[in-house]
């Protein structure tokens, strides 16, 4: 399994799971993706939950503090994105209309991060990293592969991220209109906007894992108490061709959603 040594700024590099139930959520990842616990002390009696595939950190998972707890905040995925200074990002967040949350704040010595909100709404973390890069295993089966942004205005949206994270445009994929973002010169996320179709469905970042059976999974994931909240997909992006990747989206036992994806590509 190839090491991820480092990031380009821009990129999604880290996600983490903020859960009600860190006992159950770390028995269904484990399952899930084969993820092994290296649970990291912060305080007496609370874990920050680093999550490896062969030895590498894939992401985390920590139980939601009280006060999350007393405003009814959801379990949840958080996605964070590299930057080369976090202080300097957190400006750019407030002058581009969106919102700092929490932070600029060093944590440890594993880096200094921020908590922002985009104008859409979309939460999303900045990361400078100094002992921790973020992920050391990315597009592998376990690993997180992909991000996406739904949000109520796609090029607004876009146009934020560029100019906060520095991030580039990419191609758009008819007929759905998914536009994708780049770091580095490498497409790293995908943009689009929420329909009625979708229901009351809130902006925000999602993440995706890399499998290499979706059908498979998804049916381990229900039987480990994980819910379907899309069936297994085949991403076409040009009618007549064949497909890609195939996709799911699932919901872990106590409500975090997330995706799941296949390259059909290597097949």
Known sequence: ???????APGAPSWAELDTTDEKSALAFYGALFGWADDPQEITPGWYYHMQKLDGLEAASIYLQSDEERSQNVPPHWNVYFTVNNVDQTAEA????????VFGPMDV?????????QDPQGAFFAIWQAKQH?????????????????????????????IKVLGMERGDVMQPMEYAMLKAGGTEVAGVMEITAEMGPVPPNWSVYFGVADVNATVEQAQSLGGKVYMPPTDIVPVEGQPAIGRFAALGDPQGAVFSIFQDLTQT
């Open 108 to 116: 440890f010595e594993a880096g200094r991060m921020a908590m922002c």
């Open 133 to 161: 890069i973020g992920c050391r295993v990315k597009g592998e089966a376990g690993a997180m592969c992909w991000n996406e942004l739904l949000t109520t205005d796609r090029d607004a949206g876009i146009e934020f991220y």
């Open 93 to 100: 967040v407030g002058q581009n209309g969106g919102t700092v």
């Open 1 to 7: 399994m190839p090491e991820v040594t480092s990031h």
